[in-house]
């Protein structure tokens, strides 16, 4: 995300766009790799929900929480790319208020990634992990990217 300074995040967290919703694919690509063809969109409010879930020490991943929203609506899986947009939406929101905090940070992207697009970048989230405890490790010469070292180990089940 450009100009997120002059975004105001809390405001399009609290936009639903007409989700929660479901769409139909037709796509047959699409259906193997998602295992169905019924499809949810849940809107950015819902993924700041859960992730104020995620207690201190543990961790969730983006992909975790697709899947919760899935069998809780009774879709085959949940929109992948707004998934990403709207877990954004909620770090940058939280960061913009000055209470009422959501720990972003414990939201990892798939394997344990931590996500270079949250307020600060990887080096920020890195910093707020550390202090929770989670060692981060770095993988990649030129493509350099960061993950929680056994970050199964820390996951949070949601019920």
């Given at each position: 995300m450009s100009n997120e300074d002059k975004k105001d995040f809390n405001a399009m967290l609290h936009d639903s766009k007409d989700m929660p919703k479901f769409q139909t694919i037709t796509d047959q690509k699409s259906i193997e790799k998602y295992g169905g063809n019924r499809m949810y969109f849940a809107p950015p409010?819902?993924?700041d929900k859960v992730m104020r879930l995620?207690?201190?020490g543990k961790v969730i991943t983006v992909g975790e929480i697709r899947e919760y929203f899935a069998r809780l609506s009774g879709?085959?899986?949940t929109e992948p790319i707004t998934a990403g947009i709207f877990v954004s939406i909620a770090?940058?929101?939280?960061?913009?208020?000055t209470d009422d905090e959501t720990p972003y940070w414990r939201t990892l992207k798939a394997n344990g990634e931590l996500n270079p697009k949250y307020p600060g970048g990887v080096e920020a989230q890195k910093e707020k992990?550390?202090?929770e405890g989670h060692t981060i490790i770095q993988k990649g010469r030129t493509n350099?990217?960061?993950f929680v070292?056994?970050?199964?180990?820390?996951l949070f089940e949601l019920e």
């Open positions: 409010i819902d993924y995620v207690p201190f879709a085959d899986f770090a940058w929101a939280s960061y913009q208020r992990l550390e202090a350099i990217k960061y070292k056994d970050y199964e180990k820390f």
